[in-house]
């Protein structure tokens, strides 16, 4: 046997042994790890508890000279090819209360804790500022990155801290909210920082004395529909749950990954000059201009309802993009281009998706 020959079966017999040690499988399908259940595959697949789990992955990944994608509840994303990458699923989990005065309360969260498990989890000790955002589907680490909203709330409201696995040196770095930068649906971790760190953890500020946002969407209304005259963390978490379950298709039931487009913003000459035309178009001001729904520019483009194939737009929320069961992530790509197009054409306004193409 050649020195080469041999060489290689040892790199071989290395390799191996890691897999097995820290369970990388290959050539995995990712169908149970998206909201829209699309099956593609992954080179190589992961699920990592530990920061330790983190760090031998992401040796193997640079052993094996391959890139990383970390994959947290798969609910914002749309996977278009399979995926040539180490996929690591992020399960780093832990609550721990980190400090607390008369008036708030700091808790620090594991990154691959489930989003709304870890609402509940509040809205059971009485801790208030994440009741709005229930029922949103995802991880606690990917909630930072798209800053997540709902119902006038965003994961800034609340947000204290994060650490982060900076993925070439392994040190772990603390970023308070100015250092995120959050925007609308962004913060740095997509785009200057993007695919830099590893989120390990987000820290929360939250209230023993909330103050309730019940004024968006429609929050007061159902609250008087229960019957509720004194909200309450628990009471406004279950109309939120209520509308949404209303209006949104479960993914288990049927694939999607929640509202597929951000609501646009336009200057507030152009919403004045789109009310003449549509004296019905909503708007919500903001430091920007005027927020328009995205849901209710697709539905008047005659999109709500409407199916192609095997995807289609939802009946009941025509911001939600669907997969009935077989269709593929291209298939989505094209409805939703076809859609853009369309708005566009009809109200000269650009929608950008919220959902991240893979």
């Not at 191996?16 to 595959?41: C, R, V, W």
């Not at 695919?195 to 929360?204: A, E, G, K, P, W």
Request: proline content about 4%; some cysteine; charged content about 25%.
């Amino acid at each position: 046997m050649t020195a080469n020959r041999f060489q290689i079966q040892i790199k071989l017999a290395y390799f191996a042994s890691q897999l097995e040690h820290m369970k990388i499988q290959e050539n995995i399908s990712l169908q149970p790890y998206n909201t829209f259940g699309i099956d593609k595959k992954a080179r190589f697949f992961v699920i990592a508890r530990s920061i330790s789990d983190l760090k031998e992955a992401l040796a193997f990944a640079e052993e094996q000279k391959i890139e990383i994608f970390v994959l947290g509840g798969g609910s914002n994303i749309l996977l278009t090819d399979n995926l040539d990458q180490l996929v690591i699923k992020n399960e780093l989990k832990g609550i721990e209360i980190i400090e607390e005065d008369g008036e708030n309360i700091w808790v620090k969260v594991g990154a691959g804790e489930v989003w709304h498990d870890w609402v509940i989890y509040t809205i059971d000790q009485n801790w208030g500022g994440l009741e709005n955002l229930s029922l949103i589907p995802g991880t606690v680490g990917a909630s930072p990155m798209q800053n997540i909203g709902a119902y006038g709330v965003e994961i800034r409201d609340t947000f204290d801290s994060l650490e982060a696995l900076h993925r070439v040196d392994k040190s772990i770095q603390k970023f308070d909210a100015l250092a995120c930068e959050f925007g609308y649906r962004e913060s740095v971790f997509k785009h200057k920082l993007k695919n830099q760190y590893i989120i390990t953890s987000v820290t929360f500020k939250l209230s023993k004395q909330p103050k309730f946002n019940i004024e968006y969407g429609a929050i007061k209304e159902t609250l008087d529909a229960f019957n509720i005259q004194s909200p309450s963390v628990k009471a406004i978490s279950d109309a939120v749950i209520h509308i949404r379950q209303s209006k949104l298709p479960d993914p288990k039931e049927i694939g999607n990954a929640g509202s597929f487009f951000k609501n646009p913003t336009i200057s507030d000459s152009t919403y004045q000059s789109l009310q003449k035309e549509h004296p019905e178009i909503p708007g919500y001001p903001n430091e920007e201009g005027v927020k328009v729904p995205a849901g209710w520019l697709i539905e008047k483009a005659g999109w709500k309802g409407k199916r192609i194939g095997k995807v289609g737009v939802h009946e009941k929320q025509a911001l939600v993009l669907v997969n009935y069961g077989g269709g593929q992530g291209e298939e989505i790509v094209s409805l939703a281009r076809e859609i853009q197009a369309s708005v566009l054409e009809k109200f000269g306004i650009e929608l950008s998706p919220e959902v991240n193409f893979l």
